[in-house]
């Protein structure tokens, strides 16, 4: 595969998922007024870190600069 497709689907997954964990802090910091207040950081806990586990054992693995570097933007909140 390309360097450059790699990069894509690198900086697609890694947005989805910081995206993601910034949804549900929102979500977490207006819980009295959303419509489901039973809801938990915890409901999603296993979920993050298995794709957190796969982004940094696996994809900043990568040989390819590109590919690494863009890992130095990476954040999450969960």
């Given at each position: 595969?390309?360097v ?6 690198v ?8 995206k ?7 979500y977490?910091a ?6 489901d207040?039973?809801i ?6 296993g ?6 586990e796969i982004?940094f054992?696996v994809?900043l693995?990568?040989k390819?600069?590109k590919v690494v570097s863009?890992?130095?933007t990476?954040?999450?909140?969960i």
């Open positions: 595969m390309s450059t497709i790699l990069y894509n689907i900086s697609f997954y890694v947005v989805a998922v910081s993601f964990c910034e949804t549900i802090v929102e977490m207006n819980i009295s007024s959303s419509p207040p039973n938990r950081i915890e409901y999603f806990h979920e993050v870190c298995s794709a957190w982004f054992n994809w693995g990568s390819e600069a863009h890992f130095g990476l954040h999450c909140h």
